[in-house]
């Protein structure tokens, strides 16, 4: 039993990140069967969390996974038709994760396809008054608010409650960009009044419909 105990962690220290089928076949040296069933013990013990890509399995080993714990990114895949990536393993223990935390960190990210992916998260967001102190907390009222009406250009989203709008909407405030550089050709008139460069047009939304 202890044999077998120390080679799981073996397998699970030379696997630890993210992987595909193939990755696991060159990092073991071994063929298509066994490493699936490396996997499969891996995945039995909790060492294991599997996402679809496109046709590709991703699969994300790490010690942590077996503590539990949740992660912005899961958050976002599964409220969102646009899968993203996890580019590191980053899991939050002891406490849930809200919605309204995780468009919060969706912006802080500046990754274009994070941000889109997160936009589906305002048809479930409830909780407005959090949302806003944590983004006034994070000077990304003007930012949630450019996103909303995007959002709201595209897909069914819960209303945005007058007051955040009110609050959120920029006094004197030169334009800012949501990501350096990029703007839009087509939200024109709300990257104007929220005083935002949006890096996304209209075909970019099509993934959310």
């Known amino acids: 039993m202890k044999q077998i105990r120390n080679a799981t962690k073996a397998k699970l220290k030379a696997l630890e990140g993210i992987q595909t089928i193939e990755t696991i076949m060159d990092g073991l040296g071994v063929g298509r069967e066994k490493a699936i069933y490396h996997i499969h013990r891996l995945k039995k013990s909790g060492y294991v969390k599997t ?3 496109g046709n590709k399995r991703i699969y994300y ?3 942590e996974n077996k503590l539990g714990g949740q992660s912005y990114y899961e958050i976002i895949n599964k409220n969102s038709p646009i899968k993203i990536m ?11 994760i809200g919605l309204e935390e995780t468009m919060i960190f969706a912006l802080k990210t500046k990754s274009p396809r994070t941000i889109l992916a997160a936009i589906s998260l305002f048809k479930k ?6 949302l806003y102190n944590l983004a006034k907390t994070n000077h990304l009222e003007q930012q949630i608010g450019a996103l909303y009406d995007v959002a709201r250009a595209t897909i069914k989203v819960r209303r945005m409650p007058v007051r955040f ?3 959120a909407l920029p ?8 990501i350096e550089n990029m703007k839009s050709r087509d939200y024109k008139e709300i990257e104007e ?3 935002i460069y949006l890096p996304f047009n209209r075909n970019d939304l099509e993934e959310l419909k």
């Open 51 to 53: 996402r679809r890509m």
């Open 61 to 63: 080993i790490s010690f």
């Open 86 to 96: 996890e580019p590191e393993l980053h899991k939050v223990y002891g406490r849930n």
């Open 125 to 130: 967001i409830r909780n407005w008054k959090k």
């Open 165 to 167: 709008r009110h609050n």
């Open 171 to 178: 006094v004197n405030k030169g334009f800012e960009f949501m």
């Open 193 to 195: 009044l929220w005083k």
